[in-house]
């Protein structure tokens, strides 16, 4: 089979296609032969070698994925069923490759109202935007909810999931992505380039931080009293968890997991038409290093795919 690794750390250049062995299924596991690889900018990160979660290379990036099951040795799934999921995080799934074998109780049947490449982008943002909005921050019919970023994978994924929940969803995002997120259910878009969220927004119940940098910090001031502030990237900064426990707040970090049964909820609200996934742009397999130039700018809308 085809598959990008890398052997060393660096650029996007460092990324290459190779012919390797396929991957063998292990008992409560399936083969999957991939349609489509969401993007994450964590993979840019870890490419560059900023934090070793992979080890030294070689190494295999991706855990987005969706596909078509070629071998099963799982009771959960049949040869030719249609699949997505996150599987192995945070360890190596591999998913840069044509073929993935992958636990079956990390997949989900693919809905059929998602393509492939739509589905290989929503595993990663969806759970992120689930466990934080859904798990850790337990939110309501009613609640009003800040999300930051609404423009990004995890934001426009976690704007979705809150008008669903039945909140009152605000965010920051660029003025350029100011229809989309409207068009996502955002019933309040404040441009953080022209205007400070800090002083137009109160009486927050959760606010969800997909970009960190002192966003995080200056959440606290929007919160209601006991509101609670769920960040995916500043999770492990406990000066901030401090300060926001000082003033009656709440304070979580969280690191997606692989949920079967958050991504049976998101593949059900994909199947009623509550949830749709951004794809800005696909590239094949020998076009990753312009796919992973494109992640290393960090403004994006929506995610970006990679195809066999």
Known sequence: MRVITQRRLGGPEVLTLEE????????????VRVEAVGLNPLEARL?????????????????????VVEESLSWRFRPGDEVFGMPLFPRAANAYAELVAAPALHLAPKPAALSHVEAAALPVVGLTAWQGLVDVGGVTAGDRVLVHG?????????????????????????GSKRTFTEELGADEVIDYTTTDFAEQVRDVDVVLDTIG????????????????????????????ATAYEAAGMRFSGIAVEP?????????????????????????????????????????????LVLTP
């Not at 390797?20 to 083969?31: D, G, K, S, W």
């Not at 609404?150 to 660029?174: D, E, F, N, R, W």
């Open 259 to 303: 949920d079967p049964i958050a991504l049976h909820r998101l593949a059900d609200l994909a199947a009623q038409g509550r949830l749709r996934v951004h794809v800005q742009e696909t590239f094949p397999f020998d076009r990753v290093t312009d796919a992973h130039r494109l992640l290393d700018t960090g403004h994006l809308q929506g995610k």
């Open 20 to 31: 390797a062995p396929a991957p063998r299924a292990m008992p409560t596991e399936v083969l």
């Open 47 to 67: 490419r560059a070698g900023e934090f070793p979660l992979l080890g030294a290379p070689p190494f295999v990036l991706g855990w987005d994925v969706s596909g």
């Open 213 to 240: 940098g002192d966003a995080v910090e200056r959440s606290l001031g929007v919160l209601r009293p006991g509101g609670h502030l769920v960040t995916a990237v500043a999770e492990e900064d406990t000066v901030l």
């Open 150 to 174: 609404g423009g990004g994978g995890v934001g426009h994924v976690a704007i979705q999931i809150a008008k669903a929940l039945g909140a009152y969803v605000i965010t920051t995002a660029s």
